[in-house]
Protein backbone atom coordinates (compact mmCIF):
# COMPACT_ATOMS: atom_id res chain seq x y z
CA UNK A 1 0.00 0.00 0.00
CA UNK A 2 1.45 3.03 -1.21
CA UNK A 3 0.44 4.96 2.18
CA UNK A 4 2.68 2.26 4.59
CA UNK A 5 5.93 2.04 2.58
CA UNK A 6 7.63 1.37 5.75
CA UNK A 7 7.72 -1.28 9.20
CA UNK A 8 8.85 1.10 12.13
CA UNK A 9 11.47 -0.84 14.25
CA UNK A 10 11.62 -0.94 17.92
CA UNK A 11 14.30 1.56 17.83
CA UNK A 12 12.36 3.64 15.67
CA UNK A 13 9.14 3.01 17.45
CA UNK A 14 10.53 4.82 20.58
CA UNK A 15 12.00 7.61 19.13
CA UNK A 16 8.55 8.08 16.84
CA UNK A 17 7.06 7.20 20.77
CA UNK A 18 6.48 10.54 21.65
CA UNK A 19 3.94 11.73 19.26
CA UNK A 20 0.86 12.57 20.91
CA UNK A 21 0.54 16.04 21.52
CA UNK A 22 -2.99 17.97 22.91
CA UNK A 23 -4.69 20.78 20.45
CA UNK A 24 -4.85 22.84 23.23
CA UNK A 25 -0.27 22.59 22.88
CA UNK A 26 0.26 20.73 25.86
CA UNK A 27 2.77 18.70 26.44
CA UNK A 28 4.25 15.79 24.35
CA UNK A 29 3.47 12.43 25.80
CA UNK A 30 3.51 8.68 24.71
CA UNK A 31 0.65 7.49 22.74
CA UNK A 32 -0.20 5.10 25.49
CA UNK A 33 -1.19 7.96 27.50
CA UNK A 34 -3.61 9.24 25.04
CA UNK A 35 -6.01 7.01 27.00
CA UNK A 36 -5.64 9.13 30.59
CA UNK A 37 -6.51 12.43 28.80
CA UNK A 38 -9.18 14.19 30.47
CA UNK A 39 -8.86 17.79 28.21
CA UNK A 40 -11.97 18.73 25.83
CA UNK A 41 -8.86 18.84 23.35
CA UNK A 42 -7.12 15.82 23.48
CA UNK A 43 -7.61 12.89 21.49
CA UNK A 44 -10.31 10.98 23.98
CA UNK A 45 -12.96 13.20 23.97
CA UNK A 46 -12.57 14.60 20.84
CA UNK A 47 -16.12 13.09 19.82
CA UNK A 48 -17.74 13.14 22.44
CA UNK A 49 -20.49 16.14 23.02
CA UNK A 50 -20.35 17.97 26.25
CA UNK A 51 -22.08 21.34 27.64
CA UNK A 52 -19.35 24.07 27.99
CA UNK A 53 -18.05 26.36 25.61
CA UNK A 54 -15.36 25.55 22.25
CA UNK A 55 -13.13 28.49 21.64
CA UNK A 56 -13.28 29.59 17.76
CA UNK A 57 -10.97 28.04 15.69
CA UNK A 58 -8.26 30.46 14.48
CA UNK A 59 -8.93 31.52 10.64
CA UNK A 60 -5.73 31.86 8.63
CA UNK A 61 -4.91 32.33 5.10
CA UNK A 62 -5.75 30.16 2.46
CA UNK A 63 -2.67 29.91 0.96
CA UNK A 64 -1.88 30.00 -2.93
CA UNK A 65 -2.80 26.69 -4.26
CA UNK A 66 -6.82 26.39 -3.58
CA UNK A 67 -9.23 25.06 -5.19
CA UNK A 68 -11.99 22.84 -5.51
CA UNK A 69 -11.41 19.66 -7.50
CA UNK A 70 -15.19 18.49 -6.66
CA UNK A 71 -14.21 15.06 -5.37
CA UNK A 72 -15.76 14.18 -2.12
CA UNK A 73 -13.90 11.36 -1.39
CA UNK A 74 -12.30 9.59 2.05
CA UNK A 75 -8.92 8.91 0.37
CA UNK A 76 -7.11 11.50 -1.26
CA UNK A 77 -3.72 10.10 -1.67
CA UNK A 78 -3.89 9.16 -5.07
CA UNK A 79 -0.97 7.19 -4.98
CA UNK A 80 1.32 9.60 -3.31
CA UNK A 81 4.36 7.91 -1.36
CA UNK A 82 4.48 8.14 2.49
CA UNK A 83 3.92 7.64 6.10
CA UNK A 84 -0.14 6.87 6.23
CA UNK A 85 -2.07 9.18 8.10
CA UNK A 86 -5.62 9.53 9.01
CA UNK A 87 -6.78 13.08 9.38
CA UNK A 88 -10.16 13.46 11.92
CA UNK A 89 -11.92 16.22 12.39
CA UNK A 90 -14.51 17.54 14.28
CA UNK A 91 -16.50 20.59 13.56
CA UNK A 92 -18.46 22.26 16.72
CA UNK A 93 -20.04 25.45 17.30
CA UNK A 94 -19.24 27.46 19.92
CA UNK A 95 -21.32 25.76 22.85
CA UNK A 96 -19.14 22.69 21.36
CA UNK A 97 -22.19 20.91 19.63
CA UNK A 98 -21.49 18.98 16.74
CA UNK A 99 -22.48 20.19 13.17
CA UNK A 100 -23.60 17.68 11.15
CA UNK A 101 -23.52 18.03 6.87
CA UNK A 102 -20.84 20.84 7.15
CA UNK A 103 -18.77 20.71 3.96
CA UNK A 104 -14.96 20.11 5.23
CA UNK A 105 -12.13 20.52 1.87
CA UNK A 106 -8.08 19.21 3.44
CA UNK A 107 -5.88 19.87 0.68
CA UNK A 108 -1.81 19.74 1.09
CA UNK A 109 1.91 19.18 0.03
CA UNK A 110 3.33 15.62 -1.15
CA UNK A 111 6.56 14.41 0.79
CA UNK A 112 8.57 15.99 -2.12
CA UNK A 113 6.25 19.44 -0.90
CA UNK A 114 4.53 19.77 -4.08
CA UNK A 115 0.78 20.35 -4.20
CA UNK A 116 -1.32 19.44 -7.19
CA UNK A 117 -2.90 21.63 -9.80
CA UNK A 118 -0.32 24.42 -10.46
CA UNK A 119 2.95 24.60 -11.89
CA UNK A 120 5.98 25.86 -10.14
CA UNK A 121 6.72 23.53 -7.51
CA UNK A 122 9.20 21.43 -5.66
CA UNK A 123 12.48 22.40 -4.70
CA UNK A 124 13.31 24.01 -8.58
CA UNK A 125 10.06 25.01 -8.90
CA UNK A 126 10.27 23.36 -12.44
CA UNK A 127 7.46 20.66 -11.22
CA UNK A 128 4.20 21.39 -13.03
CA UNK A 129 1.19 19.42 -11.73
CA UNK A 130 -1.51 20.92 -13.47
CA UNK A 131 -4.74 19.20 -14.14
CA UNK A 132 -3.73 16.40 -11.04
CA UNK A 133 -5.69 16.15 -8.05
CA UNK A 134 -3.44 14.55 -5.36
CA UNK A 135 -3.96 15.25 -2.12
CA UNK A 136 -7.34 17.45 -2.18
CA UNK A 137 -10.93 16.46 -1.64
CA UNK A 138 -13.87 17.02 0.89
CA UNK A 139 -16.38 15.66 2.47
CA UNK A 140 -19.26 16.22 4.71
CA UNK A 141 -19.40 15.88 8.38
CA UNK A 142 -21.18 12.38 10.12
CA UNK A 143 -24.22 13.28 12.98
CA UNK A 144 -21.51 13.63 15.50
CA UNK A 145 -19.66 16.56 13.28
CA UNK A 146 -16.66 14.15 12.46
CA UNK A 147 -15.02 13.67 8.88
CA UNK A 148 -12.31 11.48 8.34
CA UNK A 149 -9.47 11.72 5.80
CA UNK A 150 -6.82 9.26 4.75
CA UNK A 151 -3.78 10.50 3.02
CA UNK A 152 -0.09 10.60 3.96
CA UNK A 153 1.95 13.13 6.22
CA UNK A 154 2.62 16.60 4.22
CA UNK A 155 6.12 17.06 3.59
CA UNK A 156 7.50 20.72 3.49
CA UNK A 157 8.55 23.55 1.33
CA UNK A 158 10.92 26.68 1.65
CA UNK A 159 9.35 28.99 4.03
CA UNK A 160 6.86 27.08 5.43
CA UNK A 161 6.59 24.68 8.50
CA UNK A 162 4.62 21.14 7.84
CA UNK A 163 1.07 21.97 7.56
CA UNK A 164 -2.81 20.64 6.16
CA UNK A 165 -5.00 23.10 4.79
CA UNK A 166 -8.85 22.89 5.28
CA UNK A 167 -11.80 24.83 4.72
CA UNK A 168 -14.84 24.31 6.37
CA UNK A 169 -18.48 25.52 5.27
CA UNK A 170 -21.02 25.22 7.78
CA UNK A 171 -23.87 26.13 5.85
CA UNK A 172 -24.38 28.02 2.81
CA UNK A 173 -23.35 31.43 3.86
CA UNK A 174 -20.41 31.02 6.18
CA UNK A 175 -16.97 29.67 4.92
CA UNK A 176 -14.12 29.29 8.03
CA UNK A 177 -10.23 28.65 6.79
CA UNK A 178 -7.45 27.03 8.88
CA UNK A 179 -4.30 25.36 8.79
CA UNK A 180 -3.62 21.96 11.08
CA UNK A 181 0.09 21.92 12.44
CA UNK A 182 2.51 18.81 13.58
CA UNK A 183 4.86 18.66 15.75
CA UNK A 184 8.25 19.65 14.71
CA UNK A 185 10.20 16.53 16.68
CA UNK A 186 7.91 14.14 14.58
CA UNK A 187 8.58 15.96 11.76
CA UNK A 188 12.27 16.17 11.86
CA UNK A 189 12.20 12.33 12.45
CA UNK A 190 10.12 11.60 9.55
CA UNK A 191 11.30 13.87 6.89
CA UNK A 192 15.77 12.49 7.81
CA UNK A 193 14.76 8.74 8.29
CA UNK A 194 12.08 8.12 5.87
CA UNK A 195 11.75 7.54 2.17
CA UNK A 196 10.36 9.45 0.14
CA UNK A 197 10.89 12.42 2.40
CA UNK A 198 14.27 11.84 3.15
CA UNK A 199 15.52 11.57 -0.83
CA UNK A 200 15.27 15.42 -1.77
CA UNK A 201 18.68 17.43 -0.65
CA UNK A 202 18.47 19.96 1.47
CA UNK A 203 16.42 20.29 4.86
CA UNK A 204 13.45 22.15 6.06
CA UNK A 205 13.89 25.75 6.92
CA UNK A 206 11.42 26.62 8.70
CA UNK A 207 10.04 25.26 12.10
CA UNK A 208 6.47 25.75 14.09
CA UNK A 209 7.75 28.71 16.00
CA UNK A 210 9.51 30.49 13.00
CA UNK A 211 6.04 30.08 10.79
CA UNK A 212 4.12 33.22 11.18
CA UNK A 213 0.85 31.56 10.02
CA UNK A 214 1.33 28.84 12.58
CA UNK A 215 1.94 31.37 15.49
CA UNK A 216 -1.13 33.31 14.03
CA UNK A 217 -3.54 30.05 14.19
CA UNK A 218 -1.75 29.37 17.60
CA UNK A 219 -2.29 25.92 19.57
CA UNK A 220 -6.42 25.15 19.19
CA UNK A 221 -4.36 24.55 15.44
CA UNK A 222 -2.15 22.04 16.60
CA UNK A 223 -3.58 18.23 16.59
CA UNK A 224 -3.14 15.39 18.97
CA UNK A 225 -1.09 13.23 16.76
CA UNK A 226 -0.69 10.07 17.87
CA UNK A 227 0.66 6.45 16.05
CA UNK A 228 -1.25 3.17 15.06
CA UNK A 229 0.80 0.59 13.80
CA UNK A 230 3.02 1.80 10.68
CA UNK A 231 0.72 5.20 10.65
CA UNK A 232 -0.26 8.21 12.62
CA UNK A 233 -3.81 9.25 13.08
CA UNK A 234 -3.90 13.52 13.49
CA UNK A 235 -7.22 14.38 15.73
CA UNK A 236 -8.66 18.35 15.97
CA UNK A 237 -11.30 20.20 16.93
CA UNK A 238 -12.90 23.12 14.68
CA UNK A 239 -15.11 25.11 16.52
CA UNK A 240 -16.53 27.72 13.87
CA UNK A 241 -18.97 30.76 14.01
CA UNK A 242 -22.46 28.97 11.53
CA UNK A 243 -23.28 31.88 9.43
Known amino acids: MSGKPFSISLSRRKAL ?30 FQS ?10 VTEGP ?33 PLAGARVDIWHCDA ?6 YPGQGDGRDVDTSGQTFLRGWQKTDASGVVSFATIYPGWYHGRTTHIHFKVFPDENSVMTGQLFFPDS ?11 YNDRPG ?32 LMIVAVKPG
Open 186 to 196: VSDQIFTAVAP
Open 50 to 59: GAGVCAITPE
Open 203 to 234: KRDTSNAGDGIARQAGPLSRAALHEVEDAYQA
Open 112 to 117: QGAYSG
Open 65 to 97: FYFDPKLERADVTEGKKGVALTVRLQVVDATCR
Open 17 to 46: GLIAVTAGGGAVLPAAAIAAQSSSYAGLTL
